[in-house]
Every structure is written in C-alpha cells, then in structure tokens.
Nanobody, 114 residues
Framework: QVQLVESGGGLVQAGGSLRLSCAAS????????IGWYRQAPGKERELVAR???????NYADSVKGRFTISRDNGNHMVYLQMNSLKPEDTGIYYC????????WGQGTQVTVSS
C-alpha cells in the first residue's frame, strides 16, 4: 500500500506556470508506473503524464511541450512542471501510482483564468 498526497495547485493566469508535487508514503521504485491525471468539470478523468518503471514517459497530446513530469526516487516524490498554462488545463489533478494495484491521491485544484 502507498499513500499519495498532492500539493502545489492554485489559481494562475493563462500563460503562467505551476509546479505540482506528489509525495508518496514509501518508495516509488516498486511502482511500475506513476504519474498525473486530471478531471475537468463535466469531463472524464484523463491521463496527463506518466513515467513507467523502465523510464518511458508519456504525455497527453494537449500538454506536450508545455508540461514536464519528473521523479525523485530518493525522496519518494513525483513532480509535474506546468508551463504556458491555458484555461482548458483547469481541473483537479490527481497523482496516480500502480504496482498492479491502483493508488490515487486526493487531488489538487488547478484553475487557469483567461
């Protein structure tokens, strides 16, 4: 079992930046994938970015070139650097991990104003 806690959300103007952090309760090395999902109002939860245990990184097409995911195994942390934010990036951002079992954080709100 692993607990995931997100932080770093907030209100930002379009074109601005935010950095989300996800703190895991134990080592994330054993997770075969870890990353970020988001859910906009009235929409389904969607993948934003993830890293596999093999180091493969995937991004949603809508965030490529603007968002960067990274991990710090020593400190059990995963980050999402979000630049050039757009109003359509607004939503609740969830940290996600899996070792065959899914783990979710409670989410952090990101609001981008136009």
């Amino acid at each position: 079992q692993v607990q995931l806690v997100e932080s770093g959300g907030g209100l930002v103007q379009a074109g601005g930046s935010l950095r989300l952090s996800c703190a895991a309760s134990r080592t994330i090395v054993s997770l075969n994938r870890i990353g970020w999902y988001r859910q906009a109002p009235g929409k389904e939860r969607e993948l934003v970015a993830r890293i596999t245990s093999g180091g493969t990184i995937n991004y949603a097409d809508s965030v490529k070139g603007r968002f960067t995911i990274s991990r710090d195994n020593g400190n059990h942390m995963v980050y999402l650097q979000m630049n050039s934010l757009k109003p359509e990036d607004t939503g609740i951002y969830y940290c996600y991990g899996s070792d065959g079992r899914p783990y979710w954080g409670q989410g952090t709100q990101v609001t981008v104003s136009s």
